[in-house]
């Protein structure tokens, strides 16, 4: 059995726009670096592997908290959002003819024009995770989080998530022959 921990990167001037971000390459803002260097990963994690998506917000937070760079691992890039990158979410759930679904309507089928479907980036992440064989935290974003953990709960983005993301907080999960959720409380990142 291995263990994964999962941190979200953190933010970035289009987070707190409220822009979605998906592939376009992003840095931290500079509030998010001063946050991010008040944290350092918990000791028990601090031996762990340490990955992150090839994208600057994720490879800048885990080299913050870990105090190493990290090893790239390009299936962790986020979700490709397609036409819809750069957009706001709230303006396309405003405009009925977007098509934009909040996540709970989502399934495994849902895909923005010309991005991922939650299925496709399952995909493109499963022969990963499945083939970890040492502990591992990953720094990567909230889209991946989302596939790993659905699959790890049982969810199919049909109703209410049976959990909420969010930052400075690693989620645990045990990967045998399926993944399961560790501990249900994320664990937080420790003060420096």
Same mark, same amino acid.
């Not at 983005?157 to 409380?185: C, H, M, S």
């Given at each position: 059995?291995?263990?994964?921990?999962?941190?979200?990167?953190?933010?970035?001037?289009?987070?707190?726009?409220?822009?979605? !971000?998906?592939?376009?390459?992003?840095?931290?803002?500079?509030?998010?670096?001063?946050? #991010? !260097?008040?944290?350092?990963?918990?000791?028990?994690?601090?031996?762990?592997?340490?990955?992150?998506?090839?994208?600057?917000?994720?490879?800048?937070?885990?080299k913050i908290i870990a105090d190493c760079s990290p090893k790239i691992v390009s299936?962790?890039?986020?979700?490709?959002?397609?036409?819809?990158?750069?957009?706001?979410?709230?303006?396309?759930?405003?405009?009925?003819?977007?098509?934009?679904?909040?996540?709970?309507?989502?399934?495994?089928?849902?895909?923005?024009?010309?991005?991922?479907?939650? !299925?496709?980036?399952?995909?493109?992440?499963?022969?990963?995770?499945?083939?970890?064989?040492?502990?591992?935290?990953?720094?990567?974003?909230?889209? &991946?989080?989302?596939?790993?953990?659905?699959?790890?709960?049982?969810?199919?983005?049909?109703?209410?998530?049976?959990?909420?993301?969010?930052?400075?907080?690693?989620?645990? &999960?045990?990967?045998?022959?399926?993944? !399961?959720?560790?501990?249900?409380?994320?664990?937080? #990142?420790?003060?420096?």
């Amino acid at each position: 059995m291995t263990t994964l921990a999962l941190i979200r990167h953190g933010h970035t001037p289009w987070n707190r726009a409220g822009r979605i !971000q998906g592939r376009t390459d992003i840095a931290l803002d500079p509030d998010a670096i001063t946050e #991010l !260097q008040g944290y350092k990963l918990p000791v028990e994690w601090q031996k762990a592997d340490l990955v992150a998506s090839p994208l600057l917000r994720a490879k800048e937070t885990a080299k913050i908290i870990a105090d190493c760079s990290p090893k790239i691992v390009s299936s962790l890039i986020e979700m490709d959002w397609g036409a819809w990158e750069g957009l706001r979410g709230v303006d396309l759930k405003a405009d009925k003819s977007s098509g934009f679904r909040d996540i709970e309507d989502w399934g495994w089928d849902y895909c923005p024009p010309n991005g991922e479907s939650p !299925q496709d980036v399952w995909d493109r992440i499963k022969p990963w995770v499945m083939g970890l064989r040492k502990t591992t935290v990953a720094v990567c974003h909230i889209g &991946i989080m989302r596939m790993i953990l659905a699959k790890a709960h049982g969810w199919d983005f049909d109703g209410p998530a049976p959990f909420k993301i969010k930052r400075n907080r690693l989620y645990t &999960i045990e990967i045998k022959d399926r993944l !399961q959720i560790v501990d249900i409380e994320p664990i937080r #990142l420790e003060a420096r």
